[in-house]
């Protein structure tokens, strides 16, 4: 089949394996297309779509436009410190008067989880979550995953450990659906109070110290501490965290064998990474970023086609 | 269904062999000359004449393959969207002469969505489409052929299957079949 069994990308919980590998193959074909010297495709030159971010964002609504770009769709940005939001205006209403527009996609990041599935209930456009509160961040956890099989061949039966604040990260919850989907072991890794309370009921290992995931895994997925979800103190201070979650480069370089280092971004740099970890010939960070246009481009295309 | 062969594998042995000579007769040394299979089922007929070129002419000539997914005309038109498959031109088309290559000219639609997938590379100096067989009568656009390995007349509803070596089957045959 070369068909998704969804009519939306709400989160990779509602994916199957085989939905993920016709991305990932689509997105192989897309990777090729944004190296070409004009990077440009025409499939949906009729297709309107437009970005509707609640939350701050820079690499995914850049990545996203592009992809949408380099597709040739029309495409039209919303963020809310412009916007009617301001003036009491409902999530539904500002989509519809959007949608009456005659637009066919929406991406949405919102910081309310489950924002994009209530749409999906209400609207006819396809929708793309951009990311929905500490839920799921779907594109980027097929990018990250996408990564891994370019760097080491396949995702299953690779050891992945993720890192850091694992209980306020959507990028964490869909990269674990995910990652399980295809067949890899996942860690979580942090301290205690940042890891949620059932986690393991996911069927990931739970690991408090740091060195010891880092010797256990292929590839390590590094978090950002996200202070702006975090109400109360989780831990003493930023520079304590560091000191006993801090990835250095010489953490790598001392372990027995080369893993692969991730980071969804944005980095805090001499926080949950140095930068000489972060610039190390371990990272993989950049390609991540390269091969978010063309995951986004192959889901994109996906679920525009299958009307 | 009723299949009948079109060309067999002697005959399609002898067509390819024509195929070649003319290419050679209009490209000399192919020192400008590059190949592009079509993918999904062009490149192994691109396959086919490059390899037969290269003991006629003694020389590696460029070969590459172009999928014209993203190009086609018919995307949100379908049920399913159209499986892209890999495109690989490790060389520049730029001033070059090219030689398209597909299995089977019909409506002329992949045609011209390779074309503009092509465009994408690089300004060939002249670009050329070889196909193994061109069903007349079933064009929708105005789109012809160079080289022509045969000339069948069929109708819209009528299929033809081409079976090769390289794509697992037994033998080279191509058929004629008649849906019902």
Same mark, same amino acid.
Request: hydrophobic residues 45%.
């Given at each position: 089949m070369s ?9 990779i919980?509602?994916l ?16 090729e ?8 495709? &025409?499939?949906?030159r009729?297709?309107?779509?437009a ?12 990545s ?5 770009k ?9 963020s ?5 939001v ?22 949405m ?7 994009p599935?209530?749409l ?11 990311g ?7 594109t980027?956890?097929?990018?990250d995953a996408?990564?891994?099989?370019e760097k ?12 850091g ?13 995910a990652l ?10 942090? &301290?205690?109070?940042?890891? &949620? ?11 408090w ?7 256990w895994?292929?590839?390590a ?10 109400q109360i103190?989780?831990?003493?201070s930023?520079?304590?965290y560091?000191?006993y979650y801090g990835?250095t ?6 372990l027995?064998?080369d893993?692969?280092l991730?980071h969804?971004?944005?980095i805090?740099?001499?926080v949950?990474?140095?930068?000489d ?5 371990h ?15 192959a ?9 | ?18 195929l070649c000579q003319?290419?050679?007769e /209009?490209?000399?040394d192919?020192?400008?000359?590059v *190949? ?13 004449i ?11 000539i460029?070969?590459?393959y172009?999928?014209?997914?993203f190009?086609r #005309?018919?995307?949100?038109?379908? #049920?399913?969207?159209?499986? /892209?498959?890999?495109?690989? *031109?490790?060389? /520049?088309i730029?001033?070059?002469n090219?030689?398209? *290559? ?7 639609r992949?045609?011209r ?6 465009i994408?590379f690089?300004?060939? /100096? ?13 064009r #929708? ?18 299929? *033809? ?7 697992g089957?037994k ?10």
């Amino acid at each position: 089949m070369s068909k998704l069994s969804q009519r939306h990308l709400l989160g990779i919980k509602n994916l199957t394996r085989q939905d993920i590998e016709l991305i990932f193959e689509t997105a192989d074909n897309f990777k090729e297309v944004i190296n070409r010297p004009i990077k440009k495709v &025409p499939s949906l030159r009729d297709v309107t779509i437009a970005n509707i971010f609640f939350e701050n964002s820079t690499r995914t609504r850049l990545s996203f436009e592009l992809a949408e770009k380099r597709l040739s769709a029309d495409v039209i940005n919303f963020s809310t410190s412009n916007s009617s939001v301001k003036k009491g205006e409902t999530l539904l209403d500002t989509v519809n008067n959007i949608l009456a527009m005659k637009v066919d996609m929406v991406v949405m990041r919102h910081a309310s989880v489950g924002a994009p599935h209530f749409l999906a209930k209400h609207i006819k456009a396809n929708i793309v979550n951009a990311g929905d509160g500490t839920h799921e961040h779907p594109t980027q956890a097929l990018l990250d995953a996408f990564s891994i099989r370019e760097k080491l061949g396949s995702v299953e039966g690779k050891k992945i450990a993720i890192i850091g604040d694992i209980l306020h990260s959507r990028v964490a919850l869909s990269n674990i659906f995910a990652l399980k989907k295809l067949g890899a072991e996942v860690m979580v890794c942090g &301290p205690p109070t940042l890891i &949620p309370k059932f986690i393991s009921s996911l069927g990931v290992k739970v690991e408090w110290e740091v060195q010891k995931a880092l010797e256990w895994c292929d590839v390590a997925n590094v978090l950002r501490i996200q202070l702006e979800r975090q109400q109360i103190k989780y831990f003493p201070s930023l520079r304590e965290y560091s000191l006993y979650y801090g990835i250095t480069k010489k953490t790598l370089d001392d372990l027995k064998k080369d893993i692969v280092l991730m980071h969804p971004g944005p980095i805090n740099r001499g926080v949950e990474l140095t930068s000489d970890a972060a610039d190390s010939h371990h990272s993989i960070i950049l390609d991540q970023v390269e091969n978010g246009v063309a995951v986004r481009m192959a889901v994109l295309y996906l679920l525009a086609g299958a009307n | 269904m009723q299949k009948k062969i079109v060309l067999d594998s002697q005959l399609l042995d002898i067509t390819l062999n024509r195929l070649c000579q003319q290419l050679i007769e /209009a490209h000399h040394d192919f020192s400008e000359t590059v *190949i592009l299979g079509l993918q999904p089922r062009g490149i192994f007929l691109a396959e086919l004449i490059h390899a037969k070129l290269k003991t006629l002419v003694k020389k590696q000539i460029p070969l590459g393959y172009l999928d014209a997914t993203f190009h086609r #005309d018919d995307f949100r038109r379908r #049920d399913v969207p159209a499986k /892209a498959s890999e495109t690989r *031109i490790p060389f /520049a088309i730029e001033n070059k002469n090219v030689v398209l *290559i597909d299995d089977v000219l019909f409506t002329g639609r992949t045609v011209r969505a390779a074309l503009d997938a092509m465009i994408a590379f690089g300004r060939p /100096a002249k670009v050329e489409l070889l196909v193994l067989v061109d069903r007349t009568s079933t064009r #929708d656009l105005p789109i012809s052929a160079d080289y022509v390995g045969k000339y069948v007349d069929t109708l819209e509803s009528q299929k *033809i299957l081409v079976e090769l070596v390289a794509q697992g089957h037994k033998q080279n045959k191509i058929w004629l079949i008649n849906k019902d």
